[in-house]
């Protein structure tokens, strides 16, 4: 069963715009931002990674980090490594950018441990490594920005209880849109052109 409180690491199969491979773990103490896409996902292009971009642009490195995950579960002839370098180059896309470790029986392996339902997908951990947003399809800028600096403002070993008072304030405070949920509390579905696959697949 999937457990938010210690979520499984990211796995990939080779980096761009990193010196080293990124890992969760490394990233602990940091609040962390995963935008999850394909590079032929029209969702993807027209928000996914520029919503990314925007976070990357907007907080300090030192203490959220930005990451994009090429998770490709269709055209994998198209979507190869070696396009994904081209395309980020086009369209210079400034954070670091994992590829999602293929699987022959499936979505790959990343998109598969976190039950993603396709592209883009958003997954937001706080400073301890604990995943408290997952989103597919098009979250609001803003919500988004003020779920991050609620985080932001958490201990990195702050506890459950803490975290879960922000929530509530959170809740309260923002005006959430119409979403549909996942199979894991800290999921939501926000309504907006995405690619989705089947899990069964």
């Known amino acids: ?109 990343t998109m598969t441990a976190y039950q993603m339902q396709g592209t883009p997908t958003l997954l937001l951990f706080d400073r301890g490594g604990r995943l408290r947003r997952h989103y597919f399809g098009r979250p609001d800028d803003m919500q988004i920005a003020a779920e991050i600096m609620a985080m932001a403002i958490e201990d990195g070993n702050s506890p459950r209880d803490q975290a879960a008072s922000i929530e509530h304030k959170i809740g309260r405070t923002l005006r959430a849109p119409a979403h549909h949920h996942h199979d894991h509390e800290h999921s939501e579905h926000v309504h907006g052109p995405g690619c989705g696959h089947d899990h069964h697949h």
Request: hydrophobic residues 45%; negative net charge.
């Open 1 to 109: 069963m999937f457990d938010p409180e210690n979520p499984p690491e990211l796995q990939t199969s080779g980096w761009i715009n990193a010196d080293k491979p990124m890992t969760l773990a490394a990233l602990k103490g940091k609040v962390v931002a995963v935008t999850a896409f394909q590079m032929l996902c029209q969702g993807c292009v027209e928000f996914g990674l520029p919503q990314a971009k925007r976070l990357a642009a907007k907080f300090n490195p030192a203490e959220v980090a930005v990451i994009g995950l090429h998770s490709v579960f269709e055209h994998h002839d198209v979507m190869t490594p070696a396009a994904l370098q081209v395309f980020m180059a086009e369209y210079k896309w400034p954070f670091p950018v994992g590829i999602d470790t293929p699987n022959a029986d499936g979505p790959p392996k």
